[in-house]
């Protein structure tokens, strides 16, 4: 097992993907990664359902939702001190809401150890050390 993927095991990790492929993907990517994965939120609705019940680690977010745009769970995320990563095919200049502005982005497609990767810097500057 690699240093990257031993300090990801055991990581609880929602998925925020509308998308059934998409998540289906990030999951397998995530479980080879050694990541606990909660159950994927193909909408705000139900990711707010899956906070309100259970605490990830870290989320990965798509940006929009058939439509709707993911900030009331970017913003639940921030209000529980809980960190997360955007999953988007949008550039940074279509993110106007200010609990998204400054998040780190993960263009789609993602490969495991981009996803890594990021999953371990945003981890780090929420917990230094």
């Given at each position: 097992?690699?240093?990257?993927?031993?300090?990801?095991?055991g990581?609880?990790?929602?998925?925020?993907?509308?998308?059934?492929?998409v998540?289906?993907?990030?999951e397998?990517?995530?479980?080879?990664?050694?990541?606990?994965?909660?159950?994927?939120?193909p909408?705000?609705?139900?990711?707010?359902?899956?906070l309100?019940?259970?605490?990830?680690?870290v989320?990965?977010?798509?940006?929009n939702l058939?439509?709707?745009?993911?900030?009331?769970?970017?913003?639940?995320?921030?209000?529980?001190?809980?960190?997360?990563?955007?999953?988007?095919?949008?550039?940074?200049e279509?993110?106007?809401?200010?609990?998204?502005?400054?998040?780190?982005?993960?263009h789609?497609?993602?490969?495991?150890?981009?996803?890594?990767?990021?999953?371990?810097?945003?981890?780090?500057?929420?917990?230094p050390?």
């Open positions: 097992m690699s240093g990257t993927t031993a300090r990801l095991d990581l609880r990790v929602l998925i925020v993907e509308d998308e059934l492929v998540a289906m993907e990030l397998a990517l995530l479980r080879d990664l050694g990541c606990i994965v909660l159950d994927p939120a909408t705000v609705k139900k990711a707010l359902r899956i309100a019940e259970e605490r990830p680690d989320a990965v977010l798509d940006v058939r439509g709707e745009c993911v900030t009331p769970v970017a913003e639940a995320l921030e209000a529980q001190e809980i960190c997360f990563v955007l999953l988007t095919g949008y550039g940074r279509r993110l106007h809401d200010k609990v998204l502005q400054d998040v780190t982005c993960v789609k497609p993602v490969d495991g150890r981009q996803l890594a990767k990021v999953l371990l810097e945003v981890l780090a500057r929420y917990r050390g």
